[in-house]
T-cell receptor
């Protein structure tokens, strides 16, 4: 699996957009970008994934650069409940391989 | 309700006393996995299983065993626990390794 690099922590004001970056410069053509988040010590929760096109769902938007070497997860209107650790991983879709999560970004939403 | 369950949720044990943490999923997923989480080290994969009787090592398999005799169950076995295995453990499942993973609630283990 390709490795990812994320900043260890970020702050965001409540109600503003939170933009979480992820670098994955060694991503392969068949690898998807997945985002998960973990609130406190709960089990991580899936947010969104994408291959090369921008994706949006009810939770967030995912912007992947044209060269696919980096991506940004956008929480459009951050709330206090979005305070969590956010993990960016790259995986072959449908592949039966090990998964590497890394240390993620601790997002603190400030009132 | 689709879910991954783990038992026990909390466990305190002593060095060398064999223990098993159970994991079960009701989604007929093929892929199951165990992770440990330690401060500053993020989530690290211990073992994963692609299907019944098919397992493979993750990044930190030392000191752990797993088995997959049934599709829904994937127990984690610590034959001789040591204090460095004190951690928060998560089980997860998905249709395949690359699909969305569903995580259990976690098992907090303390080895004295």
């Amino acid at each position: 699996d390709a490795k990812t690099t994320q900043p260890p922590s970020m702050d965001c004001a409540e109600g503003r957009a939170a933009n979480l970056p992820c670098n994955h410069s060694t991503i392969s053509g068949n690898e998807y970008v997945y985002w998960y988040r973990q609130i406190h010590s709960q089990g991580p929760q899936y947010i969104i994934h994408g291959l090369k096109n921008n994706e949006t769902n009810e939770m967030a938007s995912l912007i992947i650069t044209e060269d696919r070497k980096s991506s940004t997860l956008i929480l459009p209107h951050a709330t206090l409940r979005d305070t969590a650790v956010y993990y960016c991983i790259v995986r072959v879709f449908g592949g039966y391989q090990k998964v590497t999560f890394g240390t993620g970004t601790k997002l603190q939403v400030i009132p | 309700e689709a879910q991954v369950t783990q038992n026990p949720r909390y466990l305190i044990t002593v060095t060398g006393k064999k223990l098993t943490v159970t994991c079960s999923q009701n989604m007929n997923h093929e892929y199951m996995s165990w992770y440990r989480q330690d401060p500053g080290l993020g989530l690290r994969q211990i073992y994963y299983s692609m299907n019944v009787e098919v397992t493979d090592k993750g990044d930190v398999p030392e000191g752990y065993k797993v088995s997959r005799k049934e599709k829904r169950n994937f127990p984690l076995i610590l034959e001789s626990p040591s204090p460095n295995q004190t951690s928060l453990y998560f089980c997860a499942s998905s249709w395949s390794g690359g699909e969305t993973q569903y995580f259990g609630p976690g098992t907090r283990l303390l080895v004295l």
